[in-house]
């Protein structure tokens, strides 16, 4: 059953320009210190930025209340195992706004996909509530 559905596309050179201004107060507002250790490791650094930044609105879209109600940007947390598909980990009142939307004896999953293309990225992602101890 589909819970929330969110989309967001983002404009990376947006993203760069923003980080231009703001530098490290920026990347902390929005991103935690995992993600940005894993990013500041790559070669496209502002193309992984700007895909987690449009994953997190995409993730506070489907939750349906976007980035209000108490919820920051880094109670959304992107993570990523090699050759898997990303991972999202809510925190604070992220993971509890959630937990309100997931119907009794359900538990709740959040599947994300994310892409870029030069000069933009988009992020889709689905909350969706199974039965309990049924596989997703």
């Known amino acids: 059953m589909i819970i929330g559905i969110g989309n967001d596309l983002c404009d990376c050179r947006r993203i760069e320009a923003t980080i231009g201004r703001h530098g490290q107060r920026f990347l902390d507002r929005i991103f935690t210190k995992n993600e940005q250790a894993r990013i500041l490791k790559r070669n496209q650094q502002v193309a992984s930025f700007a895909k987690l930044f449009s994953a997190k609105e995409a993730v506070a879209k489907a939750l349906g209340t976007g980035l209000t109600r108490g919820i920051s940007w880094t109670d959304i947390e992107i993570t990523r195992q090699e050759h898997q598909p990303p991972q999202v ?17 359900m538990d709740g999953h959040v599947h994300l ?23 997703i």
Request: aromatic letters at 10%.
């Open 89 to 105: 980990l809510l925190h604070n009142n992220a993971k509890t706004e959630f937990a309100k939307r997931i119907p009794m004896g």
């Open 113 to 135: 996909t994310i892409t870029d293309e030069w000069p933009y990225a988009q992020a889709f992602a689905i909350l969706s509530a199974t039965p309990k101890n049924r596989p």
